[in-house]
C-alpha cells in the first residue's frame, strides 16, 4: 500500500505547514490529457447530440438526489464594468453595443443547440449565469436570454437558476425582467461589507447603499428568489476583528441575504492586490486565516444559518448552493456563451474565449468548441470524492476498491477529520479550510492504491516509450 506521500504529522503546526504547500498535482491529468491531435469538434458535439437524445427518462429534477447528477446549463458573460483588483477572470469592458451584439449571438447559439433537439428531452436541474458580470446586460437582454432558454429546453420546475453579478446598477428593473421571466437565485461578489476596502476591490457602492440596495432587492423578490453573496476575508489591512464584526455579522444581523460564502483571499501573482498588500500590510498568517474561518462558520451556525458545504451557508430553504456543489461533483454542464467550460458525456469541452473567435463561430452556425478533450476513467474518480469532501465529509466505504484505514487513522491523529458516526469521518474546521488540498490528497491515494500492478507496468511502459521516442 502506497501511504507515505499522503501521511500528515500530528503536530498542528507541521500539519498546516504540509496542507499549506503547493499542490504537487497527484492527480494530474485528471481532467483529460491534451489530445495529440486535435479533435474535429464539430464531430464530437453532434455524436453527444445523439447520445443525449436517447435519454430520456422523464425523471424530475432533483438536484443531486436520485439516481444521476443533474444537468446544468452554464451561460457564460465575459463582461465587465472595471478590473477588480484581486481578480484573474476580466476579459472585456461593457460595451452597448458589443454586449447587444453578443446577446444575439449567445440567442443564436442556444438555438441552435436546441433545433438539434440536443438536450431537450431531459429536465434541466440547474441553470448558472456566470462571468464576467451577467447584471451588467439590460434588463432587456437579461430577459431576452432567460425566456428563450424557458421557451426552447424543458427546464425543470424545480431548477436552481442563477444571475451572478453585481449590485452596481442591478436596478429595479433588471431585477424584475430576472425574476419574471424565470430566474430564482442572485448570486453577488460582494466581497467586503467595508466602504474603504471595497472601494480599494474597484467596488463603487458604499456599505450603507450596498445593505439598502440588497434590502430593495429582496422586497421585489420576497420569497421568489435567493440572495446569496460571496465574502472574502484576509485582505490588505482588514483586521481580524473586522472580518468577524463588519462582515460575518453584518451578514446575519443587517442583510437581506439567504447565503453566503466565506472565502480564504487567493493572491494572483500580479495581480494589483498583491501589490496593495506591500503598502496596506495586515498579511493574515494561515493559523490566523484557519481561525477566521472556524470563528464565521461557528457564528453563522450558532445563529442558525445550515452549513450546506465547507464554505456555503444558507439562512433558510431559498438558499440550496446546488450550481456550486455540483459544479465539482459530476454534473452534466452544457456549456453556452464565449469562455464558458463544461463536461458532457465523458467530454470536458471549453469553448472559444476570444470573443472574435466566438462570434464569427456562431455566425457560422458552428457550436463554438475551442478544444475538448475525452475524460480518462479516472475523472469519476475525483467527481466521487469532490461529491462527498464538498459537504465536508468521507464515507471510505462507498470506495470499496481502496483500503482507506491507515489514511484515515493518520488524517484523524492529524485533526483534520473525526469519525463523526461509525464509518463517516467528518472533516474539522481545520479540514475544511484546506478541503481543496485534502481533495487533492485524497484523489492521489485512491489513483496510487487503486492501480493493479499490471496498469503500473503499462504506465510505466507508456512513459518509458514516450522519453525513446521524444
Ligand atoms: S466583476 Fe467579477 S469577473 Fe469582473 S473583474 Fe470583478 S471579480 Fe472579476
Partial sequence: MITAPFELPVERAKVIEKLSAKASAPHGGMMGDPPKEKPD??????????????????RQATGGEGDRPPLVFYVHVPFCIARCA???????QTDDEAMENYTRHLLKEIDRVADEGVFTKRPVDIVYFGGGTPTALTA?????????????????????????????????????????????RFSFGVQSFETELR???????????????????????GERAALVADLIYGLPGQ????????????????????????????????????????????????EERIRRHAEACDYLVSAGWKQLSTTHFG????????????????AEMVPFGCGAGG?????????????????????????????????????????????????????????????YTPIVKNWASACVWTESEPGRYRLTRLGEYFQPKVLSMLIGYTMANSMSIGDALKMAGQKLMAKIRG
Fill in 199 to 221: 472601494r480599494l476591490l474597484g467596488r463603487r457602492n458604499s456599505r450603507e447603499e450596498l445593505l439598502e440596495r440588497l434590502a430593495r432587492i429582496k422586497e421585489i423578490c
Fill in 86 to 92: 484581486f481578480c484573474g477572470f476580466y476579459r472585456n
Fill in 315 to 330: 439562512r433558510n430553504a431559498l438558499e440550496r448552493n446546488l450550481y456550486n456543489h455540483w459544479a465539482m461533483a459530476g
Fill in 239 to 286: 483586521t481580524q476583528a473586522d472580518w468577524m464584526e463588519r462582515n460575518v455579522k453584518t451578514t446575519h444581523l443587517d442583510s437581506a441575504l439567504d447565503g453566503v460564502d466565506i472565502y480564504s483571499l487567493k493572491i494572483f501573482p500580479g495581480s494589483p492586490i498583491e501589490k496593495m498588500f506591500d503598502s496596506r500590510g495586515g498579511r493574515w498568517s494561515e
Fill in 41 to 58: 469538434t464539430e464531430k464530437v458535439w453532434k455524436s453527444l447530440g445523439k447520445e443525449e437524445q436517447g435519454t430520456s427518462d422523464g
Fill in 343 to 403: 463536461s458532457v458525456g465523458g467530454w470536458s469541452i471549453m469553448q472559444t474565449g476570444d470573443l472574435a473567435d466566438y462570434l464569427e463561430k456562431v455566425e457560422k452556425g458552428l457550436k463554438p468548441i475551442g478544444m475538448c478533450m475525452k475524460l480518462p476513467p479516472a475523472a469519476s474518480v475525483r467527481t466521487a470524492l469532490a461529491g462527498q469532501l464538498g459537504y465536508g465529509w468521507f464515507e471510505p466505504a462507498s470506495m470499496p476498491q481502496v483500503d
Fill in 140 to 184: 432587456d437582454q437579461l430577459r431576452r436570454l432567460i425566456t428563450r432558454l424557458h421557451e426552447r429546453f424543458t427546464i425543470s420546475p424545480k431548477v436552481e437558476f442563477t444571475i451572478e453579478g453585481r449590485i452596481y446598477n442591478f436596478d429595479d428593473e433588471r431585477v424584475r425582467a430576472c425574476v419574471d421571466s424565470g430566474a430564482n
